[in-house]
């Protein structure tokens, strides 16, 4: 039932390499939300945007991940220089508003060699 | 620590079955969302509720208005498709990110 886009699929990186993944949100959808999950279901929030503003994020997005909601563009998600504790299922999620129902995409497995 | 509790962590239904899935909150929540993960990945919505209860076809889902510290799936006539992994997720505040359960895996058998 999403429309929510995410790419690639999947994603293969050597450590210290960089991983960049893509999301487009669901039309009509400002606010933007990435979560980390891990092979043990454990769900990570690491930042959210309405519209192209940063609304919370996390320390460890600060410092190695970065993103941007640019307008016209897909949001994108990067680790720059990767680790193998990133492997997990990187999933973006929209939604109406702050306050509202979440939808998600298909997530971009990261496996870090 | 955890503010969302789920359970069970993995449950067992022939088809045709009924059962029900339970979230605990540590605090008042605002909101909560319940979701299906298949064997993919993806996580597909199921329901929001801000209070009260839902239905949708053999899923109905209940937010405890007044202590805000709960919330259930019932899962009414199992079916093979209904196989998954299910979250329960929860914001506490306004703008805030969701809390997500540990995920409860449910599987139908003929």
């Known amino acids: 039932n999403s429309k929510v886009i995410q790419t690639p699929r999947y994603l293969v990186k050597g450590q210290g390499q960089k991983a960049k993944m893509r999301c487009i949100p669901e039309?009509?959808?400002?606010?933007v939300f990435w979560y980390q999950q891990n092979k043990n279901n454990e769900f990570k929030f690491l930042i959210n945007f309405q519209n192209q503003e940063v609304l919370q994020q996390i320390d460890m997005t600060e410092k190695r991940f970065s993103a941007e909601c640019p307008s016209n563009s897909p949001c994108s998600l990067e680790i720059q220089s990767s680790e193998a504790g990133d492997s997990a299922l990187y999933l973006c999620a929209s939604s109406p508003g702050t306050n509202e129902r979440l939808f998600f995409g298909h997530g971009t497995k990261l496996s870090v060699l | 620590g955890d503010q969302v509790e789920q359970s069970p962590s993995a449950l067992s239904l022939h088809e045709g079955t009924d059962s029900a899935l339970r979230c605990n909150f540590t605090t008042t929540m605002r909101s909560v969302q319940w979701f299906r993960q298949n064997s993919r990945g993806s996580l597909i919505s199921l329901f929001y509720?801000?209070?009260?209860t839902k239905e949708n076809g053999r899923l109905k889902s209940a937010f405890d208005s007044k202590e805000r510290r709960y919330s259930t799936l019932h899962i009414r006539d199992a079916q093979l498709e209904d196989s998954g992994t299910y979250f329960c997720?929860?914001?506490?505040?306004?703008?805030?990110?969701?809390?997500f359960g540990k995920g409860a895996k449910l599987t139908v058998s003929p």
């Open positions: 997720a929860a914001e506490q505040g306004t703008g805030s990110k969701l809390s």
């Open positions: 509720l801000a209070s009260g």
């Open positions: 039309k009509g959808h400002p606010v």
